[in-house]
């Protein structure tokens, strides 16, 4: 069973523009939501994360919006950059589990 | 922040063989995990491994297929045995930050089994 959800699958996205990835999750007791960003033949790399106890967390560029209503959460790339360009996954995990549970994955692909 | 390696980087094995991979972390931390990643597709945990006790294998995951020690706080083994096709994947393994949920990834492993 699949508790997080992501798209789109892949993004292509101007130069400048700003990219949104979604992810819905389905566990109401993950506590924990980071964003990773990989590039091809490298680990995934910590972005940015949350908790549900906040409803948006900017950092540089990168801002995530969290509704814990709708169980939903995204990522915003502001001013998207060609060196953006890689695999973003979304993520969540349970405070005393630790272990992440992935989304899918999306390609992001910035034009220059 | 913590920083990972892991030995080998990429290995093609013929099917039927065994594969150990090291994890090797440079400050001491409790928990380890590693996932695999089939090619173009999201990580899946195969199993979380703590210094001192046995590692806990996620559903689909068993022991015999893929063997893990902990014999410290900065090391870690993952072993695929008895490999098929269907085995080739990247190997990764995390540590979790020092108090807090934050997860450090190594660079993987690249499994080909021919």
């Known amino acids: 069973q699949q508790q997080v959800k992501q798209s789109p699958q892949s993004l292509i996205v101007q130069k400048g523009g700003i990219s949104i990835i979604n992810c819905a999750y389905e566990?109401?007791?993950?506590?924990?939501f980071p964003w990773y960003q990989q590039f091809p033949g490298k680990g995934p790399a910590l972005l940015i994360a949350?908790?549900?106890?906040?409803s948006e967390k900017k950092e540089g560029r990168f801002t995530i919006s969290f509704n814990k209503s709708a169980k939903q959460f995204s990522l915003h790339i502001m001013d998207s950059q060609p060196g953006d360009s890689a695999t973003y996954f979304c993520?969540?995990?349970?405070?005393?589990?630790?272990?992440?549970?992935f989304g899918s994955g999306t390609r992001l692909q910035v034009q220059p | 922040s913590a920083v990972i390696s892991q030995k080998p980087s990429r290995d093609i094995c013929q099917r039927g063989t065994s594969l150990t991979i090291q994890c090797q972390v440079d400050?001491?931390?409790?928990?380890m995990f590693w996932y695999r990643q089939q090619p173009g597709q999201s990580l899946t945990l195969i199993a979380t491994?703590?210094?001192?006790?046995?590692?806990?294998?996620e559903s689909g995951f068993v022991i015999d297929k893929f063997p893990i020690s902990r014999p410290n706080l900065t090391f870690s083994t993952l072993t695929v045995s008895n490999m098929s096709p269907e085995d080739s994947s990247i190997y990764l393994c995390?540590?979790?930050?020092?108090?807090?949920?934050?997860?450090?990834f190594g660079p993987g492993t690249r499994l080909t089994v021919l």
């Open positions: 995390s540590v979790e930050g020092s108090g807090s949920n934050t997860q450090y």
């Open positions: 566990n109401t007791a993950f506590d924990y």
């Open positions: 949350i908790r549900p106890d906040v």
């Open positions: 993520a969540a995990s349970l405070g005393g589990r630790r272990a992440l549970t």
């Open positions: 400050s001491q931390v409790t928990m």
């Open positions: 491994a703590n210094q001192g006790s046995e590692a806990t294998y």
